[in-house]
Every structure is written in C-alpha cells, then in structure tokens.
C-alpha cells in the first residue's frame, strides 16, 4: 500500500510525468515468516518519463530501489502499466475497442459524482512470453507464459483517471533444459487497486 504524487507538464503528444511515493509499506507472508522491508530508502525518489495520449509510459529516470524492497516486488518498473491503455478517440456506453495485441476495452454505463458523470470502462487483455531474461546466465530462459488481466477504470471528464481495479493471473512452465534441472509450474494472480484523492488540488504540488 502507498500513496502517490504526480506532477504533470504538457508536452507534444502526450505529458511529461514526474511522480514519487510520499509514503509506501509492503510485506509478504510465507508460512513461515512475515517478510516486511524498510522502503524509506525509496520513498521520495523520483520516477520520470512521458504518457502518451493512449496511456503509454515511457520511463526516463527511476530512483535506486534498495536491495530489500527488490526482493518483495519490482518497484523499479512500478509506473510502466499504472496508467490503463487508453482507447486512440471517445467510445459510446457499449461499444468495444480492441488492437492486435490482445487488449480490449469497453465503455460501462456511466456513474456519477457530485452530478458530473464519470465514465466507467471495463478492460481485458492477454499476453504471452517465450523467453525471459535471467542475471545468472547470458541466454534467455525459455518458458510459456500466459498473462491475463480483468480489470476497470474509472474517468473524470474534467480531472481525468479516477479510479482503476485489476485482476492479473501469470501462469508459467518452465520446461527442463540448460538452466532448470526439473520442469517448474507456477500461477500467482495479483489484485491491485488505484484511487485517486481528488480532495488534493491538481496544482497542489506544483
């Protein structure tokens, strides 16, 4: 869990983002411990790179992530998919946008926030990998590996993303070879969850 801070500059095709955690815990749980890393080496450090308007980031700068933080998650790549992909011009209630690598979005009967709507997308996307780099060796793992992800994002017309909930599955088979003795398997699903305080004035931290 953590908060972020972004600050955002108009630039040719899309923003340029600097952004920083102002706070952050993390842990994780085995059967045998609790395993919860000191991130004050991290907080403050700053991320910097460009959005594009479909919601691509493209990093620039990452701040140095200590050792043990590394080893519970991958905080260095923390804001390469947090912004959700968005669809290239504005959908009606209903309709569908998919693209040739697997993404689809559709747009959600609308809510509403103090009157204004607030327009609701679902998003579904797959992905898959042959091979992964590994710092042991010089060639790349070779697996298959499926990722699927279910999610939805909620956008404000005036101030933007609201909102965004995701559900990832990764499953993986690593079949035996030069680095892996024995073939391994391995599913592990990932709930993550963004909401943005709009009581923080958008020039607040400019």
């Known amino acids: 869990t953590g908060v972020w801070i972004f600050r955002a500059t108009s630039a040719r095709g ?4 600097e952004g920083w ?3 952050l815990a993390l842990w994780r749980r085995s059967a045998e411990t609790t395993i919860r890393p000191d991130t004050d080496g991290l907080v403050g450090g700053r991320y910097r790179g460009t959005l594009s308007r479909d919601g691509v980031y493209s990093s620039r700068a990452r701040p140095f992530v200590p050792e043990e933080v ?3 998650a991958g905080m260095a790549n923390a804001l390469d998919d947090f912004f959700p992909p968005l669809p290239p011009g504005s959908l009606h209630t209903g309709e569908v946008w998919t693209d040739s690598a697997g993404l689809r979005i559709q747009r959600m009967s609308d ?10 997308f ?3 996307a797959k992905r898959k ?5 590994v710092g042991y060796d010089t060639l790349p793992l070779q697996l298959h590996q499926t990722t699927q992800e279910r999610g939805s994002f909620v956008w404000h017309p005036l101030v933007g993303l609201v909102g965004r909930e995701r559900r990832i599955v990764v499953e993986t088979t690593v079949p035996a070879g030069r680095s892996v003795a024995q073939a391994v398997r391995s599913k592990i699903e990932q709930r993550i969850r963004v909401r943005r305080d709009l009581g923080v004035p958008p020039n607040s931290c400019s």
Do not use: F, H, I, K
């Not at 899309?14 to 983002?17: D, E, M, P, R």
């Not at 809510?111 to 609701?120: E, H, K, N, Q």
């Not at 990998?129 to 780099?133: K, M, P, V």
């Open 14 to 17: 899309g923003l340029v983002l």
């Open 21 to 23: 955690l102002e706070s």
């Open 70 to 72: 590394a080893e519970v």
């Open 111 to 120: 809510s509403a926030l103090s009157g204004v709507p607030l327009y609701r």
């Open 122 to 124: 679902s998003l579904e």
């Open 129 to 133: 990998t042959r091979s992964a780099d």
